[in-house]
């Protein structure tokens, strides 16, 4: 269930965000929900492996290196999901710390989190 509401509201989020942002294009409310479900999964299964292949580059950059990595992530969740469109690098990279950043700032600050804190 927590999955779920994670995934609504960063899909709101992306609703949002992509009325704000002239480079990125998104057709609905149902849409940015499924660019959030896509953009999850590739996450969970893209995501660690390109981090493994590129561990020396990472470390070199000093991390900075994971930046490229989450636009790539929205570069492929933009040709993945119909209707989605990132017009360039430089906005899949500002669009994917701002997505990075709210899911900070709203998940990371849970009342669960806090609880468990006690």
Known sequence: MKFIIKVILTGLFIAVLSNFMK????????????????????????????ILLTLPVTIVTLGLFLLVINAAMVLLCAEIVDGFKVDSFWYALLFSILVSLFQSLVFGTSVEKRQNRN
């Not at 294009?25 to 896509?38: E, F, K, N």
């Open 23 to 50: 480079g990125i294009h998104v057709p609905g409310l149902l849409a940015s929900i499924v660019v959030a479900l896509v953009l999850a999964v590739l996450n969970a299964v893209v995501k660690p492996i390109l």
